[in-house]
């Protein structure tokens, strides 16, 4: 099967420099593989975020607008929110 080509362009100088040093630090063979790598990383990311609203997200909405009473107000969220940072910094 015959490989397919896309031309990119890039006008960010900040973007050129980073793909370009990546290839001169011998981390990547190419600009090509870095950029390939770069698309490689955002399609595992969406796949992750994809299976999270699945398997976390949805199933919780489902619960929660079958049981609106099992809702936790914003305030105690909050409280625990903060109360978890709180140890989180005393444990460091």
Do not use: C
Request: no cysteine.
């Amino acid at each position: 099967m015959p490989q397919s080509q896309i031309r990119v362009t890039l006008t960010d100088e900040a973007a050129i420099e980073f793909i370009r040093g990546k290839v001169r630090s011998g981390e990547y063979a190419s600009e090509s593989d870095v950029i390939h790598e770069g698309l490689m990383a955002l399609k595992q990311e969406s796949e992750e975020r994809e299976h999270w609203e699945r398997e976390v997200l949805i199933p919780a909405h489902d619960r929660l607008m079958a049981k609106p009473s099992s809702a936790i107000p914003i305030e105690q969220v909050e409280r625990n929110l903060e109360a978890r940072r709180r140890q989180r910094l005393q444990a460091t």
